[in-house]
């Protein structure tokens, strides 16, 4: 057996929706996307999950080429999704051209998914300071180098320039970097999947309108 037959079999042989599962009744879901999101989050982290917030961000360039990566929730409320990144990332390069974008949550112990889906808008550059400010230091220093995504010579150098800016930060504890961006979601759908050991998967779709929500289930 070839190698690639080997990892196509072993592939098969993982279990999927292992031990108990949690139900979910459409019929009972509440008016609004948000609520029953954060019953979700809340639950996933009250059993222990990792980083529950921990959500992928999936963008398009200019032509339409299609991005994805990990990144975590900052914030879900009525007014939609947070997330942050600095605007010369390549991300931010995607949302300047178009400004929409798509959230996937997967919490596996729980077999449980979240798709949101909609524009993308900048937040008050106060928002966005205080974002940046309420980070981790390491985070604060490589941030301000603003060189995301860009060509590395070796790890010394990555060390070496983030540590000067370690430096910078605590004779200036009150710099933001000047593109660091906070982004928000503004939902048009958002959909809740919870999967079923026998495949009876149970899919549930909020829809915007001018009017507010409308909810409609989806077949598996």
């Known amino acids: 057996m070839t190698g690639a037959a080997n990892l196509r079999q072993t592939l098969r042989n993982i279990e999927v929706f292992a031990g108990e599962l949690p139900g979910f009744d459409p019929s009972i879901a509440p008016d609004t996307p ?3 999101f954060t019953e979700w989050l809340l639950k996933a982290l009250s059993i222990g999950v990792q980083e529950p917030h921990a ?7 200019a032509s339409g080429d299609p991005t994805a990566r990990v990144l975590i929730l900052k914030d879900v409320s009525p007014e939609g999704w947070q997330f ?3 605007a010369s990332s390549l991300k931010g390069h995607d949302l300047a ?3 929409y974008a ?3 949550f997967y919490w596996a112990p729980l077999a449980r998914q979240v798709r949101v889906r909609g524009p993308v808008v900048r937040e008050t550059p106060e928002l966005c300071a205080a974002d940046f400010l309420a980070r981790s230091a390491g985070a604060r ?3 301000l ?3 995301q995504s860009q060509p590395l010579a070796d790890l010394a150098e990555r060390d070496a320039q983030v540590e000067a800016s370690l430096t910078r930060i605590k004779s200036e504890p009150d710099l933001v970097a000047p593109g660091w961006t906070l982004y928000s979601v503004r939902p048009e ?3 809740f999947w919870q999967g079923d050991k026998q495949r009876r998967h149970t899919r549930l779709v909020y829809l915007s309108s001018p009017d507010g929500w409308t909810k409609q289930m989806l077949w598996p």
Do not use: I, K
Not at 55 to 61: G, P, Q, S, Y
């Open 34 to 36: 948000f609520e029953l």
């Open 55 to 61: 959500m992928t961000l999936a963008t398009a360039d």
């Open 84 to 86: 942050a990144s600095d």
């Open 97 to 99: 051209a178009r400004p």
């Open 102 to 104: 798509a959230l996937t």
């Open 141 to 143: 220093a490589e941030a």
């Open 145 to 147: 180098l603003g060189r």
């Open 189 to 191: 759908s958002v959909e």
